[in-house]
Nanobody
């Protein structure tokens, strides 16, 4: 009923930037809190950032604070993740997710996108 589709991933050099987008459909986008998570090979899925339904509250993992910015445009049913000063350790599949209330814990999210690959070279 709710579908999320990520885009904007790719290959960049260390120090570069990418902007990820997550387009939603099926239900009212403004009803959901949104989050970004990532998973590198052999590792657990990791929290990256979250934003409340109104955009008034945001959270970031310590590893990305000061470099990544989450935002949303409810009129376009889209959430974004602007990633600057990328490092090789940022390499992962990035997932967009939605839940009915605000949170930062991956197992509590209700809907997930298919993921988009981000690769940062040295």
């Amino acid at each position: 009923q709710v579908q999320l589709v990520e885009s904007g991933g790719g290959l960049v050099q260390a120090g570069g930037s990418l902007r990820l987008s997550c387009a939603t459909s099926g239900r009212a986008f403004s009803s959901f809190a949104m989050g970004w998570f990532r998973q590198a090979p052999g590792k657990e899925r990791e929290f990256v950032s979250a934003i409340s339904w109104s955009g008034g509250r945001t959270d970031y993992a310590d590893s990305v604070k000061g470099r990544f910015t989450i935002s949303r445009d409810n009129a376009k049913n889209t959430v974004y993740l602007q990633m600057n000063s990328l490092k090789p350790e940022d390499t992962a599949v990035y997932y967009c997710a939605a839940r009915y209330s605000y949170g930062t814990y991956a197992p509590t999210y209700d809907y997930w996108g298919q993921g988009t690959q981000v690769t940062v070279s040295s």
